[in-house]
Nanobody
C-alpha cells in the first residue's frame, strides 16, 4: 500500500507564492511520473503539471511561467513551486504518482489534497 502526503497549502494574497510538497511512502520500487492536479468547486479535476522520472516536465497553459514542478527521487517527493498566484488558482491541489510496485507492476496513487486559496 502506497500513501501520498501533501503539504504546503494555505491562504495567500494575489501575487504571492506557495510551495507544495508530496511525499510518497510504502511499497514503491520506483516512481515513473508525478503529477499535480487542481480541482475548484463544481469543476473537474485538471492536470496542472507533471514530471517524469527523467525530469521532463509539462504544464497547463495557465501554469506556464508561474509554476515549477520538481522531484527528489531519493526521497520519493514531488514539489510544486507556485509564484505570481492569482485568485483563479484557488482550488484543492492533489498529488498523483504513477509508480512501479515491482519490476513490471505499474500502479497509481492519489493524495488527499491540500487547499490553496488566493485572495484578491
Amino acid at each position: 500500500q502506497v500513501q501520498l502526503v501533501e503539504s504546503g497549502g494555505g491562504l495567500v494574497q494575489a501575487g504571492g507564492s506557495l510551495r507544495l510538497a508530496c511525499a510518497a511512502s510504502g511499497s514503491i520500487f520506483s516512481i515513473s511520473t508525478m503529477n499535480w492536479y487542481s480541482q475548484a468547486p463544481g469543476k473537474q479535476r485538471e492536470l496542472v503539471a507533471s514530471i517524469s522520472s527523467g525530469g521532463s516536465t509539462n504544464y497547463a497553459d495557465s501554469a506556464k511561467g508561474r509554476f515549477t514542478i520538481s522531484r527528489d527521487n531519493a526521497k520519493n517527493t514531488a514539489y510544486l513551486q507556485m509564484n505570481s498566484l492569482k485568485p483563479e488558482d484557488t482550488a484543492v491541489y492533489y498529488c498523483n504518482a504513477v509508480y512501479y510496485s515491482g519490476y513490471i507492476t505499474l500502479n497509481g496513487a492519489w493524495g488527499q489534497g491540500t487547499q490553496v486559496t488566493v485572495s484578491s
